[in-house]
């Protein structure tokens, strides 16, 4: 399985996270970066395109349910950065039908929203896009956007962006909950269930409808859902992991972890409590990718992307950090870091464009034909499915009786 | 607001109507017909790509989805006799955006199972995605029953709901305009992106909302979705006057629809809007032949393949509140009464609410059938959702033209039957009818929805001008100058939005 720790030769999976202008908080500034056309249609289709004719697996959609913030934990008012953004889910679905390949991957936060729609609403993403969905899963302690739904707060969380360690924890054991639901959901269906049988006058034959009767700590759902079964049978789950309780997260719930490895210990490290906890959760059979995130400032040569990122950093007023390694150079310094990275035991990367107008086309036009020189690139689609993209076979129903 | 008629003249001297037409895309009852060999998936894309397609094709004003948030049962079991699943709302009219320009997107969105913050944000989302065409039918739901499904649970008690649907519907009003639109300026030289920076602030303190921050979706292309409301309720009909832009009503017979169009716009005064702000838009079914005896005949094959002798007893159990199993849909109604007591036989569904006195019913069905000598399937098929429309396309148009002229409606939302060719030969037969008596566009003069139904852009939060000018004005019976007041605004607001 492709997903197994692997040896340096294998190919490469590819990700992009598309996030508003781009990682740097100054990126909408640079040339080509279409600031006013954000909140269109129009500029998603084109980044996904672009990523598209880069033959990547999938691109992933930043999302929150809240203004975009400088602060960890709370609201700012800046007024010199991006702020604003469309739901990601319904940026995906309006991508779907634009594009044949690519997967789509919204970001979806399990804190506020409700796992029955989520589920329906990636299954349907599913519909859409013909086998070519996932979603993001991730929590939010943020007490100000607690507050936009009033039903719960947070305490404990202080303005210095501290999250108390047992309430990441327990909004992280809410996340897979949350992600058991939706994916008990999605098999509530099972694939023959509409028979249309004109003879007995059934559309469905009810014993292949499945009642899920989750209980958890924070909720409970009933089920079936009111979507039928999605192409892919289970979308693809991913989930961003820094730490022990996130690594459990994707080791318990997801089939990629993104992880932030800042050099090849910090990936293997990262590798092994991911596979661990796969294990721990009776999942050690279940391929799960673990892909590195990095920001990437691409160019030409790698004195050019120095200046370009110095330029950003002044335009922001201050140097930008990130949880992931930030590599600033050329597309074969790049595919050497991720050669070497990937021996550490990571099967992809998802690269974060720095300025989605620039970084976006370094990786396609830049980093892809560069891993295909080297064989470690796809030269063409290979697969209809992101499982497909991603070698992960489509699951069998939980709930259908084995002959 | 009326447009150059291109057909033959009306009556000399009255303004021809303009009437608005949407397409429904079959749902989850019987009305749709599974079993016929044309019938497709109702949950491939594809289905939804070909009826939105055709309905834009035909200059239809909007495309309408349904929702149900649990799969219907009756009996203790999931029901199985009539069309069972559908996609997710939202991510299917976002989808709709990418293959449809102008057609709007009309999605029906609970406001029990729901929180306003993020339901605005799909809806200001939708917005943005589709170019301005989006529409929320909202609807309200208090069953424990459904809210089994979700994390808040079914705890809304049942007069609480309209309540709870009004302030739902004013919170992400608030939210909506929260954002006036004139706050991105993105300057690339300056580093200035937003002109404010308190830009989507708001805060709603009420009985059901206490919520309080930052929108985070700026201003759509309509400023609020179009918004669609369906109760038939005394409280339904206030809160459609009061709040809602249209009513998707379910009285299609003309005097019912006169009443109830009067009854509905009488009521608008009291809140400050004029007759021209709320539309009333009833569902209407149809059966298209070449001619009218031949639309008779295929009308009752269609509703004897929507009623088969089990859907006969299941629906005469909504009714009786009883297990009917036993009974002969060929045979007689039964003898015994229904059972009055708390309704357990059928759940997940708004029918069994139709019938607030079942013995009543049930008295004056027994009567029919034996008068008519009818089978329990034959009073059910005579009973239950009669077509509205059936006849030759110049017969359907002319009956959609005159329930319009009348004012028992301002046009229809179409239900056809068939999933997804349903609305084909409407498309291609009786809208040329109506466009040539110069009644429907020839081609969309606007680009929103609100364009296409008339309706001017809300500003910003209480829209306290316009709030003001058409109180004045409808106080004073000037309903014209209100019009043209009405016109001019739009006028000068898209003016803004364009620049």
Redesign the interface.
């Given at each position: 399985m492709s997903a197994s720790p692997s040896a340096s030769a294998s190919p490469l999976h590819l990700a992009v996270a598309l996030d508003g202008a781009g990682w740097h908080p100054a990126a909408w500034r640079e040339p080509g970066a279409r600031p006013n056309a954000l909140f269109t249609a129009a500029y998603w289709a084109g980044l996904v395109a672009e990523a598209e004719r880069g033959l990547l697996d999938f691109v992933t959609f930043e999302d929150g349910l809240s203004l975009q913030s400088s602060h960890p934990t709370a609201a700012d008012e800046r007024t010199d950065q991006v702020r604003g953004r469309l739901d990601a889910v319904l940026v995906a679905a309006r991508i779907a039908p634009l594009t044949r390949h690519i997967g789509l991957v919204p970001t979806v936060v399990a804190t506020h929203t409700e796992p029955f729609h989520i589920s329906k609403a990636v299954a349907t993403l599913d519909y859409v896009s013909s086998g070519r969905a996932g979603l993001r899963v991730r929590v939010s302690a943020r007490p100000h956007e607690a507050a936009h739904f009033g039903r719960r707060t947070f305490p404990g969380v202080g303005e210095g962006g501290v999250i108390p360690p047992e309430l990441a924890a327990d909004l992280l054991d809410e996340a897979a909950d949350h992600v058991e639901v939706v994916r008990r959901l999605w098999d509530s269906w099972e694939d023959d269930a509409e028979i249309r049988d004109a003879a007995t006058g059934r559309f469905v034959d009810r014993d292949k409808l499945h009642y899920i009767d989750f209980e958890g700590a924070r909720f409970s759902v009933k089920g079936p859902s009111i979507t039928p079964r999605p192409p892919q049978g289970q979308p693809v789950v991913a989930a961003l992991a820094h730490g022990p309780a996130a690594y459990r997260l994707v080791g318990r719930s997801a089939d990629v972890g993104f992880v932030t490895p800042h050099d090849t210990a910090g990936a293997e490290a990262a590798v092994e409590a991911v596979h661990a906890e796969r294990t721990a959760a009776g999942r050690a059979d279940d391929p799960v990718h673990v892909f590195g995130d990095l920001v990437v400032f691409l160019d030409d040569d790698a004195a050019t992307a120095a200046a370009r990122r110095e330029r950003l950093d002044d335009l922001a007023g201050t140097a930008y950090a990130s949880d992931a390694r930030i590599f600033t150079g050329t597309a074969v310094q790049l595919a050497d870091l991720l050669e070497e990275l990937s021996a550490a035991g990571l099967s992809g990367f998802r690269l974060r464009p720095a300025v989605a107008g620039h970084d976006l086309e370094g990786i396609t036009r830049g980093l892809v034909p560069e891993l295909q020189r080297r064989g470690l690139f796809r030269s063409a689609y290979e697969a209809d499915t992101l499982r497909g993209l991603l070698g992960l076979a489509r699951p069998a129903n939980r709930y259908a009786a084995t002959a | 607001m009326s447009k150059p008629t291109t057909g033959k003249p009306v009556t000399p001297g009255k303004p021809v109507k303009q009437i608005h037409l949407a397409a429904h895309f079959p749902g989850v009852n019987n009305t749709t017909v599974?079993?016929d060999p044309r019938a497709g998936s109702h949950?491939?894309?594809s289905s939804f790509?070909h009826f939105a397609r055709t309905a834009e094709r035909a200059k239809f004003d909007f495309l309408f989805l349904a929702e149900?948030?649990?799969?219907r049962e009756q009996g203790g079991?999931?029901y199985?006799?009539?069309?069972?699943?559908?996609?997710?709302t939202?991510?299917?009219l976002?989808?709709l955006?990418?293959?449809t320009d102008r057609i709007g997107l009309t999605g029906t969105i609970n406001s029990t199972?729901?929180?306003p913050?993020?339901v605005a944000?799909?809806f200001?989302?939708?917005d943005?995605?589709?170019?301005g065409r989006s529409a929320w039918n909202v609807v309200t739901s208090w069953d424990a029953f459904t809210g089994?499904?979700?994390?808040?649970?079914g705890f809304l008690p049942r007069e609480e709901r309209y309540s709870r649907a009004r302030e739902f519907l004013s919170t992400a009003n608030e939210l909506f305009d929260s954002?006036t639109g004139d706050e991105?300026v993105?300057d690339?030289a300056t580093?200035?992106?937003?002109?404010?920076?308190?830009?989507?602030a708001f805060r709603h303190t009420g009985r059901h909302?206490?919520?309080?921050?930052?929108f985070?979706?700026?201003r759509g292309p309509q400023g609020r979705p179009v918004i669609f409301q369906a109760g038939d309720s005394d409280e339904g009909r206030e809160f459609a006057a009061a709040d809602a832009d249209a009513i998707f009503s379910r009285h299609s017979t003309l005097d019912a629809g006169r009443e109830f169009y009067a009854d509905v716009k009488r009521r608008l005064a009291h809140y400050g809007r004029t007759h021209d702000q709320l539309l009333i838009l009833p569902a209407a079914t149809f059966v298209l032949g070449d001619t009218d005896a031949e639309a008779r005949e295929l009308a009752h094959e269609v509703r004897r393949q929507q009623v088969?002798g089990?859907?006969a007893i299941r629906y005469l159990e909504h009714v009786w509140n009883r297990d009917l199993s036993s009974y002969d849909p060929d045979g007689p109604l039964p003898d015994v009464d229904p059972d009055t007591t708390e309704h357990t036989i059928a759940r997940g569904r708004a029918s069994v609410r139709m019938f607030r006195d079942p013995l009543a019913t049930a008295r004056e069905w027994r009567e029919y059938a034996e008068a008519h000598k009818l089978s329990i399937r034959e009073l059910i098929i005579e009973k239950t959702g009669r077509q509205s429309f059936v006849g030759s396309p110049a017969t359907i148009a002319d009956s959609i033209d005159a329930f319009v002229q009348a004012d028992a409606a301002d046009g229809f939302i179409l239900v056809p039957h068939i999933t997804p060719g349903g609305l084909d030969g409407f498309a291609d037969t009786v809208v040329p009818l109506l466009q040539e008596r110069g009644v429907f566009r020839t081609e969309y003069e606007g680009t929103t929805l609100r364009d296409h139904l008339g309706l001017y852009h809300p500003r910003t939060a209480a829209d306290p001008e316009r709030r003001a000018d058409a109180e004045r004005l409808a106080d004073a019976g000037q309903r014209a100058d209100a019009e043209r007041l009405a016109d001019a605004r739009a006028r000068s607001l898209d003016g803004r939005a364009a620049s």
């Open positions: - | 599974w079993s949950i491939e894309f790509v149900g948030l649990r799969l079991e999931i199985d006799l009539d069309v069972v699943g559908r996609p997710d939202f991510t299917v976002a989808a955006a990418a293959v199972f729901n929180e913050y993020e944000r799909q200001a989302s939708l943005h995605l589709s170019g089994e499904n979700f994390r808040r649970g954002w991105l993105a690339q580093g200035v992106f937003l002109r404010d920076a308190r830009a989507g909302f206490d919520i309080a921050g930052r985070d979706v700026p088969s089990q859907t």
